[in-house]
Every structure is written in C-alpha cells, then in structure tokens.
C-alpha cells in the first residue's frame, strides 16, 4: 500500500487536477493507494487574512475573501468538465462549506476575536474543498475514490495551530475508516494538514502539514512507501535560485532529511521524518510536473555520499540575542531561565550557541520576534542586571543561520576547517557556531547579506555541483 501526497501547486488548477487523477489512477492500478491533498495553491493564506479581516472589523472585505474561494474552486470544477450528476453533486458540496465558511466569518465580526482553535476551523476549509474535487475527478475518471475528511481519521491533541498527533487512536481510525475503502479497491482522497481531537475538534498540524498528515497516515497504516509529490525534483544540495549548479540527491538518510528540513529547506515540512522513522517506511519526494523523474529517496541509511557534506540549507531574517557578563560564570541555572523566558513568550529558539568561559550565551530567533523577547529577557534578569552580574543583553538583526549537513562529515577529520577556509576565502565573517555531538550538522551564523556568499562558497569547494 502507498500513500501519495499532493501539494497546493499540483492541485491549483483543472488541469494539474486531472493529470494528478491520472497519476492516482496508474498507480492504484498496481496497489491500493491513500492519497492526501493540500489546498489549492494560496487558498490557505486566504482563508488566515479573511479570518483576521473578520476579527479586525473588516467584514466586508473577510466576505469578499471568501466568495473569491468559492469562486475559484467553482471555476476549476465547471473546467474539469465533470458528468452532469457528479458536476450538480460538487457544486452543492462546494456551495454548503462556502456557506460554513461565510457564517464562521461573520459570528468572529460579531465577536471581535479570533481564537487558535476558530482560525484551525476556518483554515481547514482549502484541503476540504480541494480532496472533493480530486475525488470527484478520479470517480468521472472511472476510478472509485472517495473524499474522506482527516477529521475522521488523525486524532489529535488540542495544540490548536500546532496540533501533535496520536498515534494508537489515529491507528484505530486508520483501520476503521481507510483500511474498509482499500480492501474494496476504493481510493480514500483526504485531507491534508487538518485532524481533530478525540471530541472531534477540528485542528490543523501547522503550515505545510500535509507532509506531515501523509507520514501519519503512512506510519498508521504500515505502509510500503509515503510519496511526496511536490512542484520540485526531490531534495537538492541547495536552494538552486542560491546555486545554479545545485543538483537533486537520489538518496538520504532520514537524520539528514530531518536536519534539512528544520534548517530551511522548504521541500519536507520539519515533521515528516518522526512518524515514517516509527514505521521504517521509505519517503520518496517527487516532481508532479516531471513525474519520470527519479527524485530523491529518503532511507534510515543511504549510500555514502562523494563528499563528505551532503547539502547545505539556510535559514533568514533571524535576530541573534546575546546575553552576557562576569556574573554568569559559574551561576547555575542562567540558561535554564534564559530559555524558560522565550519559550513563554511562545518564541521559538532556532540555534544556541555558549562559550566555554560561560561568560556568554547567544540564541537564535526569528528577528520578528526580536523586541519581544528583548523585553522579557530585561524583566526576567532585572535584579542581576542591577548588581552587575549581568551587563545586559546585545541584540543583531538581520542576520541568518547556515547549515552544512551530511553523515560523511562524522569522524572525518579537517571538513570544519575546509568549510571555515571557503568562508574566509570568500570574505565571510561568522557570528556563531553550533554543531551536534551527531556530527551530521554544522550550523553557523551570519550577516544576511552574506548569507547567498556563503552556501555558494561552501557548494563550490566541495564540488556538490559535480
């Protein structure tokens, strides 16, 4: 069994529907097939501004926001061209969560407050729209498929926006909803990103969850392999808008999947890896629009690679936060409180790095977040600050974390000094560094604007263009 994921660009038009029905059918052909869909390319970031325009006071315009959706899913299904009964069917489907819609927008004008757990409900409403209309084009296609809501199936916490799967009650409903349609040759069409508490709550699994809803259902279902079918030919050795020479890996190890895509890397959401590396299930990244092309195949171990880095990836627009002075050598428990601080103030930590002497410590955040956490550090190290214990904190905006990753680069000796060698080469001074006792990450930090110098420098000494 297969489990083949759809992003929103493979779905955002009729036509890249009907081709990926085409690529569900052959496949199911072969062996039963659980597909998983994004929304519609855009969709999701509509649904976030007309619920926050409701919220605001700008009913109006959350409306309008709306009626486009329905507009653009009612322009794709007259394109595909359906049987008149199934074309009258998904109208009406598409009319009844349009409606859903409109009222959810209209009771959070009313109220003036748009809570984690309304907006999950209302950014819910792409991938359900969006798995009616694959369903429907596989059934006119002459394959039986049917949308299936995750809502039924992926049960959840309540982290509302954030929401963290269950995996014995997700099992449980796995083979009580998908499990009966796979034995009966019908293809369940579900939803990405979304599932529900065990009160049947709607959540969402975080932006671009549809990865993650895929290895989920993968990992429930015991499946053979989890196809990630993107607009990309699999995972490269580099953003190529950075590295015209960037090239696509056949194979990866899932630590290094996994170090990419929390450093950056766009092509896996963060994720992913966890649920497939429960299960042993191979992950395979795809290009809907090349679909011939091999893409990348992401193991538990993979072959060694000609160098000993595999990929460098980067992350921008991050604040670096420094917090020093004498009175921190030696006094338990600075990090301890520094940490707990921003993670009260909901701020995600991204790197850290601490000199030895212990008369410093730096984190990494996203710089949007920067002032905020400035203020909490001030209040939480207020009475060290006013003994001289701690001078205070800097705070550098504008600046960006690289990550040079590979399972080659453990135990060999000299790649950090080759990699520091190509920095300084090329003029780049580094910030900060950090690296694993794994070994298979380097991550280091500096200006923004060097950011592009700097994977560049380091793609062309190792010759992962070659």
């Known amino acids: ?240 808008r950075v590295v015209h020479g960037a090239r696509t890996l056949p194979h990866m190890s899932y630590l290094e999947a996994a170090e990419m895509s929390y450093f950056g890397a766009k092509v896996l959401h963060p994720k992913t890896i966890a649920p497939a590396v429960e299960g042993g299930i191979p992950v395979r990244i795809k290009n809907t629009f090349a679909p011939d092309a091999p893409g990348t195949l992401i193991t538990a171990e993979a072959p060694p690679a000609d160098t000993p880095i595999r990929a460098i990836t980067a992350i921008s627009r991050l604040a670096l936060l420094t917090l020093q002075g004498k009175g921190m050598v030696g006094l338990p428990g600075v990090a301890a409180r520094l940490f707990s601080t921003i993670a009260q103030e909901q701020i995600n930590v991204l790197m850290i790095s601490q000199s030895s002497s212990e008369y410093n410590i730096c984190v990494l955040i996203e710089e949007a977040y920067a002032a905020q956490a400035q203020a909490a550090i001030e209040r939480q190290f207020a009475l060290e600050q006013s003994q001289g214990l701690i001078e205070g904190q800097t705070v550098r905006s504008g600046v960006s974390i690289v990550a040079v990753i590979g399972a080659g680069m453990r135990g060999k000796p000299g790649v950090t000094g080759q990699i520091f060698t190509a920095l300084a080469d090329d003029g780049i001074e580094v910030l900060a560094i950090a690296q694993g006792s794994s070994e298979l990450n380097l991550s280091f930090v500096v200006a923004g604007a060097q950011e592009d110098a700097a994977v560049r420098a380091i793609h062309h000494h190792f010759g992962l263009d070659r």
């Open 1 to 240: 069994m297969l489990v083949m994921k759809f992003g929103g660009t493979s779905v955002g038009s009729a036509a890249r529907i009907r081709e990926v029905a085409g690529l569900v059918q052959r496949t199911a052909a072969e062996e039963p097939v659980v597909v998983v869909v994004s929304a519609v390319s855009g969709v999701t970031d509509s649904l976030i501004a007309a619920a926050r325009q409701a919220a605001e006071g700008r009913r109006l315009q959350a409306i309008q926001h709306a009626i486009g959706i329905e507009q653009r899913h009612t322009e794709i299904l007259h394109a595909l061209d359906l049987p008149a009964e199934e074309q009258q069917s998904m109208a009406t489907e598409l009319r009844a969560l349009s409606g859903d819609l409109e009222n959810f927008i209209h009771s959070v004008g009313t109220l003036g407050e748009l809570t984690q757990r309304t907006l999950d409900y209302i950014s819910s409403m792409g991938e359900r729209m969006s798995c009616r209309l694959l369903a429907a084009t596989l059934r006119a296609a002459g394959q039986p498929a049917e949308a299936v809501d995750a809502t039924k199936v992926i049960v959840t916490d309540g982290n509302f926006g954030h929401a963290f799967p269950l995996m014995d009650p997700t099992r449980a409903q796995a083979e009580a909803v998908l499990a009966p349609r796979l034995r009966e040759g019908r293809v369940p069409v579900v939803t990405g990103f979304i599932g529900a508490t065990e009160s049947g709550i709607v959540t969402t699994l975080g932006r671009g969850g549809s990865d993650y809803s895929a290895a989920i259902l993968g990992s429930a279902l015991g499946a053979r392999e989890v196809v990630i079918w993107t607009d990309v030919d699999g995972v490269m050795t580099a953003n190529p």
